[in-house]
Every structure is written in C-alpha cells, then in structure tokens.
C-alpha cells in the first residue's frame, strides 16, 4: 500500500514539473543551467552531511529534494529536445547544408542537441525513468 502512495505522489511530482516548465528554448536553457548548479549544491550539502554526521532525517530530506531537482531537470532537457526537433534537422552537419533557421542556439552542441531529443522520445514521458530511479 505505501509503495503505491509514493507511486501516486511522485506521479503526482512529475506532471507537476512537467507542466510548469519555461516554453522557449532561451528560457529551458536558463532554468536548465541553473537546475545542474542546484544539483551540484545538493551533491555538496549531502556530502558535507555525511561528513559530520548529522541526522538522517536531514540527509534524507536533502537527498529528497535533490531527487526532485534532479526529475525537474530531466523533464525540462526533454521538453527542451521536443522544442529542438522542430528546429533542428537530424544528421551531421558536415554531410548536408544547414540552412539559417536550423542553426543550434548558443551553448546547445549537437551532440547535447541530439541526447535531449532522445530523451524527449523516451519512456520519461510515461514516468517509467524517473519512478525507477527513486525506488
């Protein structure tokens, strides 16, 4: 029954990130950047957490929110490669002419390019990814 309930509120979790997301490219590739230094804040915090020793129920709530930040960041780079395959053509550059209206915004390579569109296209979207990853 618990197993359930926590299935439920990290459902819940997600479509609540999912529906919340910036809707430009310009403003994913913020919330993004400044979700990866969240997540490194988090990683910090929790070791500094074990390194002293301080109450599980601390750790845990830290490790709770760094999981939260870390599905946020995952539904916006998937919502950022569903908004970059409609701009973007696929292949490789080099092989074809790329014409002005392709052309990848600023900081985004094709190689990050292509791994969002994947994740766009992914299981992310029913929840299967990121409920595996918090079991």
């Not at 997600?14 to 919340?20: D, H, K, S």
């Not at 500094?48 to 760094?66: F, M, N, P, Y």
């Amino acid at each position: 029954m618990k197993s359930n309930v926590l299935a439920k509120e990290i459902n819940d979790n997600l479509i609540l990130y999912e529906n919340n997301l910036p809707d430009t490219i310009s403003d994913l590739k913020d919330f993004i950047t400044v979700g990866r230094e969240k997540l490194r804040v988090y990683q910090t915090k929790l070791h500094v957490i074990e390194t002293l020793g301080l109450a599980k129920e601390v750790r845990d709530k830290t490790l709770s929110d760094a999981q939260d930040m870390a599905s946020a960041l995952l539904y916006a780079e998937a919502k950022m490669g569903e908004l970059l395959g409609k701009t973007v053509s696929p292949g490789q550059p080099k092989k074809r002419i790329v014409t002005a209206g392709e052309l990848l915004p600023q900081g985004i390579t094709r190689n990050l390019s292509s791994f969002m569109q994947k994740l766009s296209t992914s299981k992310i979207r029913k929840g299967v990814i990121i409920s595996g990853l918090t079991k």
